[in-house]
């Protein structure tokens, strides 16, 4: 059993230890949301996406639109095309698709063989918005969402899905209503 003094003690010297290497992570600057011009044409309230570049677009106004990073899918795995979104949900539930779980059973063990669904919460790789792409009224199963994983921002690695820093996808989140169009290129 540890004493009082000796669990003091190491909390007061666990407290002047650095930081996990994860708080001390800072988006590229070009990442970060900002404010720029876009062409004339994109219709205010849509979503535009262009993958290769790894940037998403949420049009405000004639010619001007929100910028932000994203991380999005591997190749083969990107989605592109036209969708509304259909749903959004703070901080939501995740499993991985049936072709995730089959492409790579070791990464999701914890999901072989039954219907466990991960709870939402700062664990959860779905982070702390999603805005969920459907067409035709139909659900996709590809995600504009936060991540667990915010070194993702700006690289091709996801199964699909558009990933963004949580604290930016909350942002978008509030912004965007339900229904919208989405347009990835």
Not at 39 to 58: E, I, N, R, T
Not at 72 to 83: I, P, Q, R, S, Y
Not at 124 to 130: E, M, Q, S, Y
Request: net charge positive.
């Amino acid at each position: 059993m540890i004493s009082r003094r000796k669990f003091v003690a190491a909390a007061a010297a666990a407290s002047t230890l650095p930081m996990p290497a994860l708080a001390a992570f800072k988006v590229d600057p070009i990442f970060v949301p900002q404010e720029v011009r876009i062409k004339k044409d994109l219709a205010p309230g849509q979503l535009l996406v262009l993958p290769k570049a790894h940037f998403l677009y949420y049009i405000e106004d004639v010619g001007k639109a929100r910028r932000y990073g994203v991380g999005v899918g591997k190749a083969g795995l990107e989605f592109t095309g036209t969708a509304k979104i259909g749903a959004k949900k703070e901080w939501p539930t995740w499993r991985p698709t049936n072709e995730m779980i089959k492409r790579d059973p070791k990464a999701y063990s914890k999901f072989v063989d039954n219907e466990y669904v991960q709870p939402g919460g700062p664990g959860n790789p779905l982070g702390a918005r999603a805005l969920y792409l459907f067409q035709n009224g139909r659900d996709t199963y590809f995600r504009i969402h936060g991540t667990t994983a915010p070194r993702s921002i700006g690289r091709s690695v996801s199964n699909g899905c558009i990933r963004m820093i949580n604290d930016h996808v909350i942002d978008l989140y509030d912004r965007v209503p339900m229904g919208s169009t989405v347009t990835v290129l």
